[in-house]
């Protein structure tokens, strides 16, 4: 078992930046896929980046490609969110989760049921 423990988020301008981070304790970090979800006031959550655990290959939704960069550091045992050029879109909590079975393909990534663990959430609203 994992917990996973997000922070980083806060109010900022659109344009503006922010980098998120989910810190992992528990069984090995390298053990997991790791991602980020959001959810919006009224939507459902949402895929927004993960990262593979063995290569650290990247996966992005479209809606955020060119401005989230997600990436992980083992000896931190902490993966991040690194977001640029935010928008009033991107008003949201955001979820850090973890996947213990990962399989190749984007989409299942990209697929909320596949993580097996999940942190709290953290808040994050850009204003216009």
């Known amino acids: 078992q994992v917990q996973l423990v997000e922070s980083g988020g806060g109010l900022v301008q659109a344009g503006g930046s922010l980098r998120l981070s989910c810190a992992a304790s528990g069984r090995t970090f390298s053990s997991y896929a790791m991602g980020w979800f959001r959810q919006a006031p009224g939507k459902e959550r949402e895929f927004v980046a993960a990262v593979r655990r063995s290569d650290g290959t990247t996966y992005y939704a479209d809606s955020v490609k060119g401005r989230f960069t997600i990436s992980r550091d083992y000896a931190k045992s902490t993966v991040y969110l690194q977001m640029n050029s935010l928008k009033p879109d991107d008003t949201a909590v955001y979820y850090c989760?973890?996947?213990?079975?990962?399989?190749?393909?984007?989409?299942?990534?990209?697929?909320?049921?596949?993580?097996?663990?999940w942190g709290q959430g953290t808040q994050v609203t850009v204003s216009s």
């Open positions: 989760a973890a996947a213990s079975t990962p399989r190749g393909s984007s989409t299942w990534y990209a697929t909320i049921t596949n993580y097996d663990y």
